[in-house]
């Protein structure tokens, strides 16, 4: 495995001699969870040239951090790294366990042991989906991917790989192994340094394991959001402090409502709440998903008069849609064109669709 991956390992600009500095694998690992490897190993360069230590990262604005994550998307990962790296600071030392490392925000399992592991040479092996679908192949596991029980093979997997101690090394190979070579589908076997071992290969039946994630219901939602819209077309966006999904993105007031809660009457709060209290005319529904919510959105515009144009104020800032010089989602884009060209006066379609 160690000499399949020296030969063949994928040239990614954090990977450096074992053990690496600990700030460097903490924002590969953030930039590349759920990114293609090769948008976080254009975008790493950059965030590294603008935040080159944890310090730096912590001393920054929040915005800052969501802002450098542009593109790669799922931004509440930029939000967590923030928080782990003032956590970090404020600690005064970096935590050397798995265990630890587990405990700063925005760290699971994995991460805290990818760290551990290549930092401060941790004995934990780190699973993600690729060790979790080579463990389930080579043992012919008949378990569904993401699931506790093959987490927990494939931590015994790597650890059994081991001749001796627990190499780091081999535990980023394996990574590679499933990034590179045993692929979700089509695996290429006979290049593979596992084959000799590999149940499912040898069953001639690789692509048969894991079983498919045993996916979560869609969750169903409909929020109201009010477009608030000064003379100069620029609009009201607010910061996003909750939440799992949108938190530091800037976007129009929104509420998430309540069965059979009346839209009008939870747009007319927002406005208020935004100390704009203007009449509100609705617009049509746009439809947004979010992971495993369909949400349908039912915004309402508002005109706030030229003499009324008030100023900024914490968590709240008067942007151009179109460039806002803030985080947003497309949720943003859509609600421009929704609300920002066909203005007022056409209502909510009965299916909410777009
Ligand atoms: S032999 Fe094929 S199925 Fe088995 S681990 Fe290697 S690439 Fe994956």
Known sequence: MIGWFRRGRRDLPWRGPIPRD??????SEVM???TQVQRAAAAYPAFLRRFPSIAAL??????????????LGYYRRARLLHRAARAIVARGAWPTTA??????????????????????????????????????????????????????????????LHVGAP?????????????????????????????????????????AFPLPRTHRRRERQRWAAVWLERPDRTVLLRRVDEGPLLAGLWLPPFAVLADREDPEAAARALARDA??????APVAAVRHTITHRDIQVLPFVG????????????GWRWHDPDHPSVPSSTLLAKLAAACGRRRAGSPHRANGEE
């Open 167 to 207: 190499d780091p090394e081999l535990f980023e190979a394996l990574m590679e192994l499933g990034a590179t070579v045993c692929t979700p589908t089509s695996p290429r076997c006979d290049e593979c340094p596992l084959l000799p071992r590999c149940a499912a290969a040898a069953a001639g039946a690789a692509e």
């Open 58 to 71: 912590a001393a920054a604005d929040v915005d800052e951090v969501v802002h450098a994550f542009a593109g």
């Open 99 to 160: 265990r630890e490392l587990a405990m700063l925000p925005g760290f699971g399992a994995y991460t805290a042991a990818a760290v551990a592991a290549l930092a401060f040479g941790g004995d934990e092996p780190p699973v993600d989906g690729n060790v979790a679908r080579v463990t389930a192949r080579v043992l012919a596991l008949a378990l569904p991917l993401g699931s506790p029980a093959l987490l927990r093979a494939g931590r015994a997997f790597a650890r059994d």
């Open 275 to 280: 100390a704009w209290p203007v009449p509100l």
């Open 32 to 34: 590349a969870q759920q």
């Open 22 to 27: 600990p700030y460097s694998v903490v924002v």
């Open 303 to 314: 005109s706030v008069a030229a003499a009324r144009v008030g100023e900024d104020r914490a």
